[in-house]
């Protein structure tokens, strides 16, 4: 399509002609966008500082998904009203969270493909759609949470385990490469990160034996810079952690995006279950670097430090949340820290120059553990592994929380999160590793109807790693917190609702009926000094604004 268009684009603009639109079998019309200042390392260094845009995943490269923005507070948020809405045309779940650059909104579809539409009105520009074979190996859906952008190039990730460059003002393919075999189980479906001059992405797949990676790729050729296995092989530490071969095996999947530290040049990045995940005694040991945080020179993709919540797990408490990175006053001087609420119901604050553990609890219902002991370990209640008949244990499978963000306010100084106090039976099976295949080794069953369970928003004090309230959200919610310089606390619920809570008390300021689940996080910007918000519920991503004057 718009190979014409590029070539004339130039002419056009300088002659100040109207770009032509050229529609499209989908029945879009397709434009190249309009300028935008390239989006560099030094801007995506100081994302805070324009706060009007929303630059890449969680907004800046400590995840806080804070904005300085603050013409939206909590004297008039109820008076948000819906600007505009996008429909996604393809029919399936939303975990998008849109970037939007100098009022350019770059949005991912279900299964894996691009929108860029304007960030004022929703007007589309063009659309990439990435074909994907028909024998996908799928977890958990067919969805996409995201791109990044360095320069006028967009990155994605796709289902069949592809990074795709895109010309941001085009929607042409710059290059594709592909990152792993689909067939063997490997996917993608998270955002990248962009590092220096680097494109940093995970890898998916933990339910399919896969052995788990975080890759760094040229930006400008699609090459492979550095590769970080999830799982040390023969030879390198921890890899007597496993037993046997099952490190060849074992899953450690790095399928949310990571944070990053310019200061420290450490990316750190969530690793997933080890495989099979119900059935632990064909992989006897801690089974390193599953359920870690890794720590990763910026340039090399060295481990630095590891932490690991769970060792040896047996319950599926994937480690893949996003990890927020804050400097905060604790005991007396201020410490460099990382906030994890992991879906094992407990909450750490670790130091994140080192990995030292510093302070940690449960924030949510669970029963396999007495708690944490100094390092941070935790220290088991025995008999709470699954077993063939099964074994009542909480959290459930889908965790205390999960891979939805959590986030982080610098006016409260508290740490938010989509909590869940349920509980499930597990069930442990033998089965054998084929390639391409489901590698579980059980699963679970709940007792009771979900809607028995508690679920809300808790704000934690990181010093403390204290509950300070909470906000109940019935039922399970599954939605990603943004919060802002308005004070407040966006976040959205499965029953459709998309709502605002006082930062500071978890008091509910306003709410607003979507219809359909809320499956993703929200995010804010700004365009001609008018800020808006905008999440994505069901198969639709909409746009809120006060009312106009």
């Not at 603050?70 to 809405?85: C, G, H, P, R």
């Not at 100094?374 to 205390?400: D, F, H, K, N, Q």
Request: net charge negative; glycine share 10%; charged share 20%.
């Amino acid at each position: 399509m718009n190979r014409f268009i590029a070539l004339l684009a130039p002419l056009c603009l300088g002659l100040g002609l109207t770009l032509p639109v050229l529609a499209q079998e989908d029945e879009f019309q397709t434009v190249i966008t309009p300028a935008f200042s390239p989006v560099t390392w030094e801007r995506l260094i100081n994302a805070e500082d324009e706060p009007e845009n929303w630059m890449m995943y969680s907004g800046t490269l400590d995840s806080q998904r804070y904005s300085r923005l603050d013409q939206i507070d909590k004297s008039n948020v109820a008076e948000l009203e819906m600007k505009w809405s996008y429909q996604i045309p393809v029919i399936d779940r939303a975990e998008t969270v849109p970037t939007v650059v100098d009022g350019i909104m770059f949005i991912t579809e279900a299964p894996s493909n691009l929108t860029a539409v304007d960030a004022r009105t929703g007007r589309v520009y063009w659309r990439y759609d990435h074909e994907l074979p028909d024998d996908l190996r799928i977890c958990c859906g067919r969805n996409n949470r995201g791109v990044a952008i360095l320069g006028e190039t967009l990155f994605m990730s796709t289902l069949d385990a592809h990074l795709v460059a895109i010309d941001a003002r085009t929607g042409n393919v710059l290059w594709d490469t592909e990152v792993a075999d689909y067939e063997a189980g490997y996917s993608k479906t998270a955002a990248p990160l962009i590092v220096k001059d680097k494109v940093v992405t995970g890898i998916a797949g933990g339910e399919f034996g896969i052995r788990g990676f975080i890759d760094a790729y040229d930006p400008a050729t699609g090459e492979l810079e550095w590769r970080t296995y999830a799982i040390p092989g023969p030879g390198e530490p921890g890899n007597d952690s496993w037993s046997g071969d099952s490190w060849k095996t074992g899953g450690a999947a790095t399928w949310i995006t990571g944070s990053y530290d310019p200061d420290l040049n450490l990316i750190y990045w969530g690793t997933g279950n080890p495989g099979p995940d119900w059935n632990g005694d064909v992989r006897l040991g801690d089974n390193l670097y599953s359920d870690s945080a890794l720590a990763l020179d910026g340039d090399t993709g060295e481990i630095a430090w590891h932490f690991q919540f769970t060792p040896h797990d047996v319950h599926d408490y994937d480690s893949i949340q996003v990890p927020i990175l804050a400097d905060i006053e604790y005991q007396g001087s201020t410490r460099k820290v990382m906030m994890w609420a992991n879906r094992n119901a407990f909450f750490y604050t670790i130091d994140r120059a080192t990995g030292e553990f510093l302070e940690g609890d449960a924030y949510a219902s669970q029963t396999w553990a007495q708690g944490l002991d100094p390092t941070g370990r935790p220290i088991r209640v025995p008999g709470m592994a699954p077993t063939y008949e099964g074994i009542l244990v909480s959290p459930p499978i889908v965790g205390a929380t999960n891979w939805y963000s959590p986030g982080y306010s610098q006016q409260t100084g508290l740490f938010y999160v989509t909590s869940f106090d349920g509980e499930q039976e597990f069930f442990k099976r033998d089965e054998d590793y084929e390639e391409g295949e489901r590698f579980t080794g059980g699963g679970g069953r709940y007792n009771q109807p979900m809607d028995a369970f508690h679920s809300s928003i808790r704000a934690i004090n990181p010093a403390t790693a204290q509950i300070e309230w909470e906000f109940p959200i019935m039922p399970r919610s599954s939605a990603g917190i943004t919060t802002t310089a308005g004070g407040i606390v966006f976040t959205g619920s499965a029953d459709g609702y998309f709502f605002a809570l006082d930062a500071a008390t978890g008091e509910e300021l306003w709410h607003i009926s979507l219809g359909a689940r809320v499956h993703a996080a929200p995010m804010t910007y700004a365009v001609d000094g008018k800020q808006f918000v905008t999440i994505a519920s069901g198969n639709v991503v909409y746009t809120f604004g006060l009312k106009d004057d």
